[in-house]
T-cell receptor, first 114, second 113 residues
Framework: GENVEQHPSTLSVQEGDSAVIKCTYS??????FPWYKQELGKRPQLIID?????GEKKDQRIAVTLNKTAKHFSLHITETQPEDSAVYFC?????????????FGRGTQLTVWP | DARVTQTPRDKVTEMGQEVTMRCQPI?????VFWYRQTMKQGLELLAY????????DSGMPKDRFSAEMPDATLATLKIQPSEPRDSAVYFC???????????FGPGTRLTVL
């Protein structure tokens, strides 16, 4: 099955700086890559996703890039704010064969210092 | 704002007791996933259903865990008998027929003493 690896496991940045979280996947058939944000004690929430037919997607301060050849994708957060502090999870899916199953990375604890 | 709901939100029980967790997926969603989250293992997929039929429950310890969807608005996860190592947060997520996005419920925090 699919194997998703995520790095780093922890990341600390100063408010206003950028943060980058990287994930790799193993199954070249994967075609959907979401990112979830989980605040302490809360549910994981979908914040952005990308499909394999595009290389980059932006939504205000967050962006995701995808390199299908290298089988890696990244989350970029610019102008970080303390409220960005959370655990971020990447995931991969091949909807066709796995009927929507997501394979998750282990998560990155992001801390933004004011 | 349609959301997945889960009950109970918190459950403390003693080892050996039966635990039942419930999930109401978003109306119209036909795929339901059960996850377990611990610090050690991260997010683990236990089982998932499409149109109420189980697709994969290979992530579940079969001897004590069972998952069902008695109808399209209710999914259940049962542990019998519970053990301290089952202590975790259990999330349900649902997905729509037309998309691949999954939306998570608030979770059930289970503590087995």
């Amino acid at each position: 099955g699919e194997n998703v690896e995520q790095h780093p496991s922890t990341l600390s940045v100063q408010e206003g700086d950028s943060a980058v979280i990287k994930c790799t996947y193993s199954d070249s058939a994967s075609n959907y890559f979401p990112w979830y944000k989980q605040e302490l004690g809360k549910r994981p929430q979908l914040i952005i996703d990308i499909r394999s037919n595009v290389g980059e997607k932006k939504d205000q301060r967050i962006a995701v890039t995808l390199n299908k050849t290298a089988k890696h994708f990244s989350l970029h957060i610019t102008e970080t704010q303390p409220e960005d502090s959370a655990v971020y999870f990447c995931a991969a899916s091949d909807r066709g064969s796995t009927l929507g199953r997501l394979y998750f990375g282990r998560g990155t604890q992001l801390t933004v210092w004011p | 704002d349609a959301r997945v709901t889960q009950t109970p939100r918190d459950k403390v029980t003693e080892m050996g007791q039966e635990v039942t967790m419930r999930c109401q997926p978003i109306l119209g969603h036909n795929t339901v996933f059960w996850y377990r989250q611990t610090m050690k293992q991260g997010l683990e997929l236990l089982a998932y259903f499409r149109n109420r039929a189980p697709l994969d429950d290979s992530g579940m310890p079969k001897d004590r865990f069972s998952a069902e969807m008695p109808d399209a608005t209710l999914a259940t996860l049962k542990i019998q008998p519970s053990e301290p190592r089952d202590s975790a947060v259990y999330f349900c997520a649902s997905g729509s027929p037309s998309g691949v996005e999954q939306f998570f419920g608030p979770g059930t925090r289970l503590t087995v003493l």
